[in-house]
Every structure is written in structure tokens, then in C-alpha cells.
């Protein structure tokens, strides 16, 4: 089986992708979190 060999371009690029996803997807589990916080919380004041 043959695989592939990346260049180091290459690896520097998908490693960059790779985070931009990861802090992405990071940032809209903190504004879900955020979001469900007041929904739940804003029923409790009254």
C-alpha cells in the first residue's frame, strides 16, 4: 500500500487549517454554552 509523503508546505498548511478548525469549533461551543446560560438562567430571575 502506497501513502502519501507530504512536503513540509504541506504539513505547515494542514497543521494551520487543523487549528483554525479546532479554535472554530471551540468558539462556537462557548457562545452554545453562553446561549443556553441565559435561556436556562433568564427563566430562574422570575
Do not use: D
Not at 501513502?3 to 497543521?15: D, F, G, H, W, Y
Amino acid at each position: 500500500m502506497e501513502t502519501v509523503q507530504l512536503s513540509e508546505a504541506q504539513k505547515k498548511s494542514r497543521r494551520g487549517r487543523n487549528i483554525a478548525l479546532g479554535i472554530v469549533l471551540a468558539c462556537l461551543v462557548v457562545i452554545f454554552y453562553a446561549v443556553t446560560l441565559v435561556k436556562v438562567g433568564g427563566g430562574m430571575v422570575n
